[in-house]
């Protein structure tokens, strides 16, 4: 990041989001690199770009694309790695065609001219990355989107390389370490996709006990089972739906509707107070011992620094103790012995032993064996002569709008995110106090300020599709007329995910927290 030529922050305002990685992004800006910064809002990381391009919610693709055929028509495509590495560009230069400038340009709200500078400095770039977040992921879409930054990287050949790749920056603490374990509804631990009869034949015969060759759901198809009354009984461990879920109200009816509700955390969330049972669990950061993986897949030690209070146990702890009152005896609960099972049933963490991340402050997967280095570059190998597995495909995938439409009774787009101090929806960050924090608002443009007669700090009600709340005016210059912005972190003050919409990635299961319609009106107090 800090030796790279070109940056482009898709759906990311990274430096109130990810402020640390943000640093490394001001070094490479100071290094030299541009800085491109895609986002509907002018946020306080287009501070620092060479250009903002400020799309329309939900238009990515559309831009991605459009960016595509400006790199294949200027002939700056990398014909040689497409050649080399790659599969169906065809298809996809026949998908891009479409997509013209001026087209993008209409269905973006970007003009062409800086459409087109955006894609010949990505594509003339020795090395480039683009990072995104939830901007890009919290749509119907979700997937998609993805994929069409993907191509781009593939166009162009800025994957693989030393200051080139496609880099997800992770929005909690711990997600590629959570996913790598097999916290996914169709794989176990090391990415093994648990409808291969030999990979899970694997895991069955250590664990001595038969694994259903069926994927399982992720979090919107649970919530759709309770909806069908399939699914009665829960177990939460570390989340707190109750706040994070798309049309909050919905999702509140479904869990109040559960048999049996288990919650085990840190923390008292609004989750756990529907709960029947609740487990305090430990720290994982400070109480615990363990690893955590990092977005770059650099697997480390986490060690306990002090002792858990009084009646709170570790995590793994806890489900030791469940097993036994289960009927399953696991022995003691180490750390160590547990990343030992890992390291034997998952070939891309076999190297890593305890004393190796000890001695070299933590290895990239995959890691075969022990004396293996680690793989810096996930996809050097699509450099390698001859290739080495299989081709990376490109995508066909076509522009969209968000579910939620715009019209007259619900002119407003409103987009969610983060703010510097705080975190999701609140739990770990509003019981201390920061300088930086204020009340929650509904950041509105000045200029819809002065058409719909406000001052700042006068209430509004919020109307959208599913319910409404009220929360006082911000007037924020980077927004542009017919964009609103909330966080989620305020429940208790505007519960924003009353109004989201709960409208599904089919593929990843993601809602469309970035793109809803509403409508507002003055608030009166009687």
């Not at 790279?4 to 943000?22: C, K, M, Q, V, Y």
């Not at 069409?148 to 050949?157: F, K, Q, R, S």
Request: hydrophobic content about 35%.
């Amino acid at each position: 990041m800090e030796e790279t030529d070109a940056i482009f922050l898709w759906g990311s305002n990274a430096r109130e989001t990810h402020p640390i990685f943000f640093h490394h992004v001001l070094k490479g800006v100071r290094n030299g690199a541009k800085l491109y910064v895609v986002d509907p809002r002018r946020t306080s990381s287009a501070q620092w770009a060479d250009a903002w391009l400020g799309l329309e919610v939900g238009s990515d693709i559309s831009l991605a694309n459009a960016m595509a055929r400006e790199i294949i028509a200027a002939g700056l495509a990398h014909e040689r790695f497409i050649r080399h590495a790659t599969s169906g560009f065809e298809a996809y230069r026949e998908c891009v065609e479409k997509y013209t400038l001026e087209r993008a340009e209409q269905e973006t709200g970007v003009p062409a001219e800086t459409i087109r500078a955006a894609a010949h400095a990505y594509a003339k770039a020795e090395r480039a990355i683009i990072c995104w977040t939830l901007g890009i992921t919290e749509h119907h879409n979700a997937v998609d989107n993805v994929l069409a930054l993907i191509n781009l990287g593939l166009l162009t050949g800025h994957v693989g390389r030393y200051g080139s790749g496609l880099n997800p920056l992770r929005g909690q603490n711990n997600v590629q370490g959570g996913g790598d374990m097999g916290a996914i509804p169709d794989r176990l631990p090391g990415f093994q996709h648990v409808e291969n009869d030999e990979l899970r034949g694997n895991f069955e015969r250590a664990w001595g006990c038969r694994i259903s060759p069926k994927k399982g759901w992720h979090l919107s198809e649970m919530f759709q089972g309770m909806e069908r009354g399939e699914l009665t009984t829960l177990y939460v461990l570390g989340e707190n739906p109750a706040d994070s879920e798309a049309d909050r109200h919905h999702a509140l009816k479904l869990l109040g509707g559960l048999e049996f509700l288990v919650v085990q955390d840190l923390f008292y969330t609004n989750t756990a107070a529907l709960a029947d049972v609740v487990l305090p669990a430990a720290a994982g950061w400070c109480e615990s011992e363990g690893t955590v993986t990092s977005s770059e897949r650099r697997v480390q030690r986490v060690r306990r620094a002090v002792s858990a209070p009084p009646g709170v146990r570790d995590d793994i702890e806890v489900v030791y103790e469940l097993a036994r009152r289960l009927g399953h005896e696991w022995g003691e609960p180490r750390s160590e012995c547990i990343w030992d099972e890992v390291r034997a049933l998952s070939p891309m963490h076999a190297g890593m032993s305890y004393r190796r991340l000890e001695e070299l402050g933590g290895i990239q997967w995959p890691c075969y064996d022990e004396s293996h280095p680690g793989e810096i570059f996930l996809h050097g190998r699509l450099w390698q002569e001859p290739l080495i597995g299989p081709r990376a495909p490109f995508s066909v995938v076509e522009f969209e709008p968000p579910v939620d439409h715009l019209d007259e009774e619900y002119p407003i787009r409103l987009t969610t995110g983060r703010r510097l101090d705080s975190y999701n929806t609140g739990v770990q960050t509003d019981r201390y106090h920061s300088p930086l924090r204020r009340a929650e608002t509904l950041d509105l443009s000045p200029e819809d300020g002065l058409s719909y007669g406000l001052h700042e700090g006068e209430k509004v009600r919020i109307h959208s599709r599913r319910g409404s709340v009220i929360a006082p005016v911000r007037f924020d210059p980077g927004l542009h007329r017919g964009l609103a912005f909330l966080t989620v972190h305020f429940h208790d003050q505007v519960a924003t995910n009353e109004l989201t919409i709960d409208a599904v990635d089919l593929k990843s299961g993601t809602s469309e927290f970035k793109a809803t319609a509403i409508r507002i009106e003055k608030y009166q107090e009687n």
